[in-house]
């Protein structure tokens, strides 16, 4: 059944008022499927990531509901919650040694997060270790403390550990970012391994890096200041993108085989807006060549062809 998510606010407590990191954001993810996440740094990727598992004690669920396999998630209530952890929606954090206590040895930490969801750690030895094999880590990793492993050892560490207990849902937040280009995909062709194997039925994949999200994911969700811009089949997003933000983040790529010494690589001019006090009407009005009267009102999200949504007044 996947997951469902409808109208969805949330919103970041500050001394200077409500930061509307999410904004009435709806979206599906089918099983079997790899969502890619992508738009600027401040849209709300990573915050839609955090708040399908457990919200910092600033961020509020003002609105909305997110359904996992029919089930109503209670991502306002962290007590609730807990019982869905790891078991059915998990996620790699950004930082693989953020997810790991560099004090205690790996083996033990895997021990005590099994504990703490009821099970034993013997029962699943043999799994843990058949899923090290498939990550080419050797099992003595479990005998070893965080800091004793590279970057892209510990990233797949944490992979194994996030989809031990066999996750509906996995929330990968910018699992390549600190990698390098090599590593960045081995990391994602696990990634997809895993989803392959049933390790996980779904997977959001949160990232910058559109080139790298095109390469594994089935569709393509564009984010701008905490809404949805565009979502489609990622050979769509990134060869007939309808938002004009999809279109010129794809444009602001560089290209193989282009000499930029005889055509500058543009970025989009401007800046997002604040969400203290976001703008009415489309978020991207102020930095859209397509802006018009109509802009000031705010556009619904459009199917403008089977599973590709669109909003924009001109798309």
């Not at 109208?7 to 500050?14: H, P």
């Not at 509906?168 to 960045?184: F, G, H, K, N, R």
């Not at 560089?254 to 489309?282: Q, W």
Request: hydrophobic share 40%.
């Amino acid at each position: 059944m996947g997951l469902r998510v409808n109208d969805l606010k949330v919103y970041y407590q500050t001394l200077r008022g409500e930061v509307k990191a999410l904004d009435g954001v709806t979206f599906a993810v089918g099983d079997g499927e790899i969502l890619g996440l992508a738009g600027e740094s401040g849209c709300g990727k990573t915050t839609l990531g955090k708040s399908l598992i457990r919200m910092d004690g600033r961020m509020r669920h003002t609105g909305g509901t997110v359904e996992l396999d029919g089930a109503e998630l209670p991502i306002g209530d962290d007590r609730r919650m807990n019982r869905f952890r790891f078991s059915e929606v998990s996620i790699i954090p950004q930082y693989a040694m953020s997810a790991m206590n560099p004090t205690r040895k790996i083996g033990k930490m895997v021990a005590d997060l099994l504990e703490s969801r009821g099970l034993r750690y013997r029962n699943l030895a043999g799994e843990l270790e058949r899923r090290l094999d498939l990550v080419e880590l050797p099992r003595e990793v479990l005998g070893s403390y965080p800091l004793e492993l590279s970057g892209g050892m510990k990233q797949r560490m944490v992979m194994v550990i996030s989809t031990l207990l066999d996750p509906s849902l996995l929330i990968a937040d910018e699992i390549t970012s600190a990698l390098d280009v090599s590593t960045q995909k081995a990391v994602a062709r696990t990634l997809v391994g895993f989803r392959d194997r049933g390790f996980v039925r779904s997977v959001i994949f949160i990232t910058h890096d559109i080139s790298l999200t095109y390469q594994i994911a089935d569709t393509i969700m564009v984010m701008y200041a905490g809404k949805v811009a565009e979502k489609a089949r990622a050979d769509v997003i990134v060869n007939a993108p309808r938002h004009p933000y999809t279109k010129l983040l794809i444009s602001s790529l560089p290209e193989v085989g282009v000499r930029y010494a005889d055509r500058k690589l543009a970025g989009i001019p401007g800046s997002p807006p604040s969400l203290l006090d976001p703008p009415t009407g489309c978020r991207f009005r102020d930095r859209c060549p397509l802006a018009h009267d109509k802009c000031a009102e705010e556009p619904p999200a459009v199917e403008v062809e089977p599973d590709h949504f669109v909003a924009c007044w001109k798309a």
